[in-house]
């Protein structure tokens, strides 16, 4: 595969030699935020969204980048264009940017900040094949952080809590996904995705005072009003999920990515169910691209 080209601090470089200084404290102490965006047919999705989010994110840690919204969104379209060369090869392009806080022993004295722009193949691999079967859920034992502690509509990378869930699921099953608890209890989200299930036509998810407020989420609130499928916020239970008619996961790469099996259980009938599909089929027609087929046809790059 052809090399992927980067920005780092003001500079466009080939994607191998995008490095961090080791004392930078978004390798020391996971001082960093970032958001992931994909394209459809080389266009970033919700692109303003996602940069929106990430200045919300760099204010809230009070990391100061030295560059305006405006600026930065066009840096992600130079991004595109300068790996644009790729796509019949990869499909499309996920989009990785991030911003640490810099070298330094203390956060106050910290800097400069190190900022990154990182395109990249969509890993099409891990998610093309669960499209026809479902992803099997386990709830982990780990927990999200509370929001006394940090609020969970910053998007950052101190995330051991969500290492741990990633492997006491492969503990029970390799290949299936973690579901987080809230700190009450309740199913809140995944390591990479928002979590959805479907009760008698209607789909519920957690409120965000303990999920990210995901664009993957949004959007699944866009389509479901347009298609004419009430949404619900509220506390779900493992119970809720064990007896729901179906699940799913949001995330983007996938969009839209059935559940069919938690805890060994299956949920429903145990296979992809009619509203996720309808969600999914919607969700193609949106972005002009085909999102199955296309994770097929790419999943071995």
Do not use: C
């Amino acid at each position: 595969m052809s090399k992927f080209t980067a920005y780092l601090n003001g500079e466009w470089v080939d994607s191998d030699k995008l490095v961090i200084d080791r004392h930078d404290r978004g390798f020391r102490v996971a001082d960093v935020v970032f958001d992931v965006a994909r394209t459809f047919g080389g266009v970033i999705f919700k692109r303003d969204k996602h940069v929106a989010r990430f200045f919300r994110s760099l204010k809230y840690a009070r990391i100061d980048i030295g560059l305006s919204q405006g600026e930065f969104t066009g840096l992600m379209d130079e991004a595109v264009e300068r790996n644009r060369h790729l796509l019949p090869e990869i499909g499309d392009l996920d989009i990785y940017f991030f911003a640490t806080r810099g070298p330094g022993l203390w956060a106050s004295k910290a800097g400069p900040p190190t900022v990154a722009i990182d395109p990249f193949a969509i890993p099409f691999y891990r998610h093309a094949h669960l499209f026809d079967t479902g992803v099997h859920g386990v709830i982990s034992k780990m927990r999200g952080f509370s929001p006394d502690q940090i609020d969970p509509k910053i998007k950052h990378q101190a995330r051991m809590n969500f290492n741990l869930a990633e492997l006491e699921a492969a503990d029970v099953d390799p290949e299936a996904w973690p579901i987080i608890l809230d700190t009450e209890g309740n199913v809140a989200e995944g390591t990479i995705n928002s979590v959805f299930l479907v009760t008698g036509g209607v789909i519920k998810t957690a409120p965000d005072d303990h999920v990210l407020q995901s664009v993957s989420r949004g959007s699944v609130y866009e389509l479901a009003e347009q298609l004419g499928i009430p949404v619900e916020e509220e506390a779900i239970q493992p119970y809720d999920l064990y007896t729901a008619d179906e699940a799913f996961l949001a995330f983007t790469g996938a969009e839209v990515l059935p559940m069919t099996r938690v805890d060994g259980r299956d949920v429903g009938d145990g296979k992809p169910g009619p509203i996720t599909q309808q969600l999914l089929a919607a969700w193609s027609e949106w972005v002009g691209v085909d999102i199955v087929d296309q994770a097929r046809r790419y999943s071995n790059q």
